[in-house]
């Protein structure tokens, strides 16, 4: 046992510390009315613990009973402290002994010490009487020794803090005696020294003064008035000296507790005895009422077993003239279960991560209940279905403990209803109600809402036009389910994919960054990333598959006939040809697809309209009729190609067609010729011919020269056939069958020839199945070629 000594203002006061360390239990006696913050001791050296943990285990002070905070504790220091004034007399009145219950708590992990403060009393209450005066009729007839009992007066304080003497003004007639009553309370008698006259004097006035015995003494005053009568010479009696009652707590107002009775030997007004409470404290006072007439005592106010559990009462019976006797009346109250149990949380981890494992204590619980004996034995319990239970801790604490996994996504906040249920009879319960949210973590990856994405675009869009829109959603919370978008590195056609398409980071919009062209490629694929903004990072990948449509932006291509130059394409026409007779096929191709890329041909104009016809879709010039003799030797015909696009798109070439079996019955050819402006290119191409074959040509001219000559008719000179490739087909072109594009089936053979100072004259005949006989064609020899012209009026041109 240690003590330690403090000093108080008003005077001087000792606190005597008492360290048990059973149970690890501390007792400190202090005095009452300390002053805030004075120090009742070293708490945590008085029970060893660490200093520097006492804030990391949050310890703090518990009323076990009362919600009162009487005590703290400096953290700093370990001191336990006054933090609330401590009245003795108003925690345990007149009891002897004041034991004042806290708990220090501390957590991680949980620890629980009791601690008894033993409140000491000062003398800081004087000694009260209940009346402002007391008044006595006493007979004349009263004889010398005659006692006459005195008002005991009332001090709060015990021991020797309260009543110990009495003083009584110095008179001839009454002297005072001091007596104890069997509690230890001390009460003054006035006894008659001297008979009394009334003729002499029939009214005394004494003063009597209380003292006790604390240091410095306090006293109270009251003003006794004598009034001296005729004789009464008999004191009422009570039947009983003690009277002793039981009554249940809560008990109903004007309930009958118990009727006291006393009888008085005299006659009339001196056996007439009226009953009163000699001395009842304030509290009590309101608590029980006394019949003056009967000596009823009945309940007059709130009957609470928690707050009192016995009174004590001295009840007076007086007659008529002031003789009177007195009787205790002793009151003890039974408890019934009549307080619910109290939940109340004491600590609590608000909010608590979602990964969190099982079996993580949360928070902790105390459940006290301020009945008696099994009244206040408790039972706590949780009702629902939570993940979360009650653990039994020390004494009547309970941690508030996690039982499964917890998943913010699933359910974020619960409502925990906790329940405590007393063994009364019947039991009382209180719940109370424990919110508790659930911290996210980032423990989910953005999710698209669909597995993969199609964007369709029309070539030659704007950059910038947006193509579609991805979609990903993160069910965790704030930043960890932010969703950001972003463009996987990657090439399309040799290219980084960013410099095709954009994403937008917050929404998921995907823009073109440059214009598409159908003919370059048709479709490719980019990967979209969805990121959170959680730590570390969540993410996911989706394919966004883009396809182009093609729009009519392409113009056919004619590739046969084709002008290179100023040399033109004739097809000879023999004069047997029979209607339905293939003459030649218009080759076009278009670069776009589909309908775009659907040709169609048609003769927009003819020298003889009637005389041919085109295929629609195949470009095949084939003769409407038998060829009669009045037909023109010379037919020209304009053929425009269409695609099927909307708008359409064309282009238009010319053919020269001339009916003959052979070249003798041809005119002169330089009618059939291009434009002064294309002839100049064709005379620098054949005098650099010329140039590189002098020699050899210089030989055969020489030759046909004799020749032509003798026979005095034009010279033509043939330096063999040139075929065109079958099936030509520029690169990147669609061979689409059906569609007018040029089909492989077709070979042509075209014959060059020079006759003309100014242009090359090309005849061109086809073969296939469908053609002439080749002996109707174009394949002569010179010989016979030299046979249908005429003399020649100047020197020939050499081309090839």
């Not at 001090?155 to 509690?183: A, H, M, P, R, W």
């Not at 829109?469 to 290219?495: C, F, K, M």
């Not at 009669?628 to 037919?635: A, F, I, T, Y």
């Amino acid at each position: 046992m240690g003590c330690c000594t403090f000093s108080l203002h008003c005077g001087l006061a000792f606190i005597f510390l008492s360290l048990h360390s059973v149970n690890g239990d501390v007792s400190y006696s202090i005095p009452e009315e300390m002053k805030r913050g004075s120090v009742i001791g070293n708490i945590a050296k008085d029970l060893g613990l660490d200093l520097a943990r006492l804030s990391a285990r949050k310890a703090r002070i518990d009323a076990e009973d009362d919600n009162v905070q009487y005590c703290g504790v400096n953290l700093n220091t370990g001191e336990l402290i006054v933090q609330e004034r401590i009245d003795r007399e108003g925690l345990c009145a007149k009891k002897a002994s004041c034991v004042l219950k806290q708990e220090l708590v501390l957590e991680n992990p949980l620890e629980l010490h009791r601690i008894n403060i033993r409140v000491q009393d000062i003398n800081d209450n004087s000694p009260q009487f209940k009346q402002e005066s007391l008044k006595f009729e006493i007979r004349e007839s009263a004889v010398k020794g005659s006692r006459f009992l005195l008002d005991e007066a009332h001090d709060g304080d015990i021991g020797e803090n309260t009543v110990q003497d009495y003083s009584l003004q110095q008179n001839e007639y009454f002297k005072l005696n001091v007596n104890s009553k069997g509690s230890g309370r001390k009460y003054g008698e006035m006894i008659l020294d001297k008979e009394l006259d009334r003729e002499d004097k029939n009214e005394i006035v004494l003063l009597l003064t209380a003292f006790d015995g604390g240091s410095p003494r306090r006293s109270g005053s009251v003003v006794i008035h004598v009034t001296v009568l005729d004789a009464n010479d008999n004191v009422p009696v009570f039947s009983q000296t003690v009277y002793e009652a039981s009554l249940p707590e809560n008990s109903p107002v004007d309930t009958l507790v118990i009727t006291v009775s006393a009888t008085d030997a005299d006659d009339g007004l001196n056996s007439e005895i009226t009953y009163e409470f000699d001395h009842v404290s304030d509290e009590d006072s309101d608590v029980f009422s006394l019949h003056p007439k009967t000596g009823e005592v009945r309940v007059a106010g709130r009957i609470d077993y928690e707050g009192m559990s016995s009174y004590e009462m001295q009840i007076s019976a007086k007659d008529g003239l002031g003789l009177a006797s007195y009787a205790t009346l002793i009151i003890e109250v039974t408890d019934i279960n009549d307080n619910a149990p109290v939940i109340q949380l004491k600590s609590l981890c608000n909010p608590i991560p979602e990964n969190v494992p099982p079996g993580t204590e949360v928070g902790i619980v105390n459940v006290h209940d301020k009945d008696s004996e099994n009244n206040r034995q408790v039972r706590c319990f949780i009702q629902q279905s939570v993940p979360f239970k009650l653990v039994p801790s020390i004494k009547n604490y309970y941690s508030l403990v996690t039982t499964g996994q917890l998943d913010r996504e699933l359910l974020s906040d619960y409502n925990i209803t906790i329940t405590a249920t007393d063994e009364g009879s019947p039991p009382l319960s209180s719940s109370k109600t424990v919110e508790l949210s659930v911290a996210d973590i980032n423990d989910n990856p953005p999710v698209f809402e669909e597995q993969s994405y199609s964007a369709y675009v029309s070539e030659n869009n704007k950059p910038g036009s947006t193509l579609c829109s991805v979609t990903a959603r993160d069910p965790d919370w704030r930043q960890n389910g932010t969703v950001i978008y972003s463009l996987l590195a990657g090439e399309v056609n040799g290219a980084p994919v960013s410099s095709y398409l954009s994403v937008n980071g917050d929404t998921g919009v995907i823009h073109a960054v440059r214009s598409f062209d159908y003919e370059q490629f048709r479709s490719f694929k980019v990967h979209v990333m969805a990121r959170d903004n959680g730590s570390p990072p969540l993410s996911s990948n989706v394919t966004v598959n883009v396809f182009m449509s093609d729009v009519n932006d392409n113009s056919p291509q004619i590739l046969y006939p084709a002008l290179e130059g100023n040399s033109f394409m004739t097809e000879l026409v023999p004069k047997a040809a029979h209607g339905g007779s293939l003459v030649s096929k218009v080759i076009a191709v278009d670069a776009d697809s589909g309908q775009n890329a659907w040709l169609s041909y048609h003769i927009v104009k003819s020298t003889d309209p009637g005389l041919f016809t085109i295929g629609l879709h195949s470009g095949e010039i084939r003769t409407q009729r038998d060829i009669s003799e009045s037909d023109s030797m010379k037919q020209n015909l304009i053929v425009a190609v269409k695609d099927n696009g909307q708008p359409s798109l064309s282009a238009t070439c010319s053919m020269y067609l001339l009916i003959s079996d052979n070249l003798a019955e041809v005119p002169e050819l330089k009618d059939i010729s291009y434009d002064e402006k294309n002839s100049k290119l064709t005379s620098y191409l054949i005098i650099a011919l010329v140039s590189v074959s002098t020699f050899f040509l210089t030989f055969i001219i020489i030759i046909l020269g004799v020749r032509f000559c003798r026979r005095r008719k034009p010279r033509l000179l043939f330096d063999g056939a040139v075929a065109i490739p079958s099936a030509y087909l520029p690169p990147n072109y669609a061979d689409v069958d059906g569609t007018g594009t040029l089909r492989s089936a077709y070979n042509y053979d075209a014959y060059l020839t020079t006759g003309s100072r100014t242009s090359d004259f090309k005849f061109v005949t086809s073969y296939n199945d469908n053609t002439l006989p080749a002996d109707q064609t174009l394949r002569k020899s010179p010989s016979d070629f030299a046979e249908a012209f005429g003399d020649c009026d100047s020197s020939p041109e050499v081309g090839t």
